[in-house]
């Protein structure tokens, strides 16, 4: 698996890195529903690079050949395990603390609200609940979701604020915002070791709010958009959700941002809309297109199979104690991760003696996965010749790929 993340660097960073840029003016230019809209490009970016193509065969007319020793073995094997361990322990990392985030909103007694106790109508199947440990209203969980309000809510806001906040948490309902949330997070955890990730998910949770805010003061006059922004004024204190998948009406880090694109709303033009609807298809399509001419290879550069983990076979103890020597040759594939699959025993001298410890010792094996146009492929009949020899010093044996000598 880490190796199809590090292949997906360059076209992740890329749509990333659009738009980070696209996140100021792309607020004047499409609005700040048409920005959220935008960052579908990421996930789908990723979809156009990891198309289905046609698998790679290997030509076995060209055969490569590897001599291992058991020092470039151990020292490859270290380094795949370290970076794997690396990995594990960061996606890890973020889900710790967001599920720490989620968990925090849990805490502190919890009250439910009955729907006819607040000033609008809201969809019988969300729970409503009220809660001395938060500042700010959410919407919390996905399937069900479930509303909590400060247990202040009444007090704290006016009658025409409270059913502004409700419409904000409702938009994030209705809109699967929560979803989107989580989708982002599962992003962080994969890409954690690319900055580019936190700076996006920031974005993404800024866009988000402020998409929310568009939508809920749509055709509202001006005296309800001032009380929105003194409602948000008084959610303040509230840090916001760092890592979460809860929608937070008054987050703190994007106050400024949402009160000030209050202020300066502005009409979208149409067009503007779809010349980035269609832009956006345009660079979707050029990867797609690039992910599918990456399959017209060089096979000779293909067969070019590099291991990176070896375990050497065991030597069969009545083989060895009565003094029997032999090969193997074994056909097998390496799949996209480098690992080893649908091995065969293709020939082996003697019969049944060597096979069940060299299918043994080839499931173990792991391979430096052959990248083409930044995608990792999968290889198919590779052929290795194991040799079974108990002199230290054997006679040279011409092997079929590559040979691997295996000692007592």
């Known amino acids: 698996m880490t190796n199809w993340i590090l292949a997906q660097q360059l076209v992740l960073s890329l749509s990333l890195l659009l738009l980070l840029m696209a996140e100021k003016k792309g607020l ?12 579908l490009l990421a996930p789908l970016m990723l979809i156009a690079n990891n198309l289905p193509r046609d698998l790679l065969f290997i030509d076995n007319t060209v055969l490569y050949q590897y001599l ?19 990995w594990a322990l960061g996606a890890i990392s973020v889900v710790v603390i967001a599920l720490r985030a989620q968990w925090q909103i849990q805490q502190g007694q919890q009250t439910i609200v009955e729907h006819n106790q607040l000033p609008l109508s809201l969809p019988k199947r969300l729970r409503v609940m009220s809660s001395n440990k938060i500042e700010s209203p959410l919407l919390s969980g996905i399937w069900p979701s479930k509303l909590i309000l400060p247990d202040d809510f009444q007090r704290k806001f006016t009658v025409q604020q409270q059913q502004l906040i409700l419409q904000h948490e409702l938009v994030h309902l209705h809109r699967f915002d929560n979803t989107f949330n989580l989708i982002a997070l599962i992003f962080v955890a994969i890409f954690w070791f690319n900055p580019l990730i936190w700076l996006a998910y920031r974005a993404f949770r800024r866009s988000q709010e402020l998409a929310c805010d568009a939508t809920v003061l749509n055709n509202k006059s001006q005296h309800e958009k001032i009380s929105y922004s003194k409602a948000l004024l008084l959610c303040a204190q509230s840090t916001g959700p760092h890592l979460s998948i809860y929608s937070q009406y008054g987050a703190k880090h994007p106050m400024l941002l949402r009160i000030e694109r209050i202020k300066n709303q502005t009409v979208i033009k149409k067009r503007n809309l779809l010349i980035a609807a269609i832009g956006g298809l345009g660079l979707l399509t050029t990867v797609a297109m690039a992910n599918q001419q990456a399959k017209v290879v060089d096979s000779a550069k293909v067969n070019e199979a590099t291991p990176i983990l070896r375990v050497e076979p065991k030597y069969p103890l009545e083989a060895a104690q009565q003094k029997i020597e032999g090969s193997v040759v074994l056909q097998f594939d390496i799949a996209r991760d480098g690992s080893t699959s649908n ?4 020939k082996a001298e003697p019969e049944n003696v060597f096979a069940k410890t060299s299918i043994d010792a080839l499931q173990k094996w792991k391979y430096k996965p052959q990248i083409v146009g930044g995608q990792p492929q999968i290889q198919h009949n590779i052929l290795v010749q194991l040799d079974y020899r108990l002199d230290e010093n054997p006679a040279p044996i011409k092997p079929l790929i590559e040979t691997v000598q295996v000692s007592q």
């Open 343 to 346: 091995i065969k025993i293709i």
């Open 28 to 39: 004047k230019i499409l609005g700040a529903k048409g920005l959220y809209t935008l960052w």
């Open 68 to 86: 291992v020793k058991v020092n470039q073995q151990t020292y490859a094997a270290g380094g795949l395990l370290s970076w794997q361990i690396i």
